[in-house]
């Protein structure tokens, strides 16, 4: 089943909203963010965690109309030789008002390890944004149910981040989350971009004053991004590309 749909989900891709691209650059998919996305786009993250445990994270995913509705489906895996994770998501959103989005991501997460029997589990997350010109606030519930293989092993977290655009080019973006399986954390991201082409951003986490920065170029149709986080346990580097078929 997991590979029909791993099939599925590339066939998408190619057959398969962008302007705004904040919903593919978090670390997090709150399926609300869609809301900003108007052009059918393709990407893919690749992060090593852990070089030295050779831990690593494979992200693809689309975002397209289908029944007058913009959906997101992504594959994602994670782990290494001797254990994995995958997880399918889809995702959509629905406008409340001007300025209001709910949105909805169902998971469907396999776990495999060698010598051991295959684990699946079913899960879904709430996102909610609001924004105007000046700011946008948005709250991620992921996992409320705390679904999980056998006991309290699949993330379940809250994540509320606000962003605030001190010009037409610099913003701000506060983001605080609490983890149930991790510790909880307060970041806090200073975006500038240059002439709608380049992005860099600096990352300063206050609970564990660990740091990281981003650098990005954006020429249509393409959009691509290395990132570096520092982490008290390893350095992660991460590689994201996007690919912007048409305009809606």
Not at 36 to 61: C, E, M, R, V
Not at 221 to 238: D, R, V
């Amino acid at each position: 089943m997991i590979k029909t749909a791993q099939i599925a989900i590339v066939l998408a891709n190619f057959c398969c909203l962008g302007q705004n691209t904040e919903f593919h650059l978090k670390d997090y998919s709150n399926p609300a963010l869609l809301s900003n996305i108007s052009a059918t786009t393709l990407y893919t993250d690749h992060s090593i965690i852990n070089p030295q445990f050779d831990i690593k994270s494979n992200k693809i995913g689309s975002v397209y109309r289908l029944w007058d509705r913009t959906f997101h489906t992504s594959y994602e895996q994670y782990g290494y030789k001797q254990y994995k994770e995958q997880k399918i998501t889809v995702s959509s959103f629905q406008k409340i008002s001007t300025n209001v989005y709910l949105g909805l991501n169902i998971n469907l997460h396999r776990a495999v390890s060698l010598g051991f029997k295959k684990h699946h589990s079913i899960s879904f997350d709430m996102g909610w944004n609001y924004q105007n010109k000046r700011y946008e606030i948005d709250l991620f519930i992921e996992n409320p149910l705390n679904s999980a293989y056998v006991k309290n092993d699949i993330e379940s977290r809250v994540i509320i981040s606000g962003l605030y655009r001190w010009t037409a080019h610099l913003q701000s973006i506060l983001k605080i989350e609490e983890s149930y399986l991790t510790n909880s954390s307060r970041q806090h991201e200073l975006k500038y971009v240059y002439e709608n082409a380049f992005i860099v951003s600096l990352i300063h986490n206050f609970a564990n004053t660990q740091y990281g920065f981003s650098l990005g170029y954006k020429k249509e149709p393409f959009q691509i991004l290395t990132t570096y986080n520092s982490h008290p346990w390893a350095n992660k580097l991460g590689f994201s590309l996007i690919y912007q078929v048409f305009d809606g």
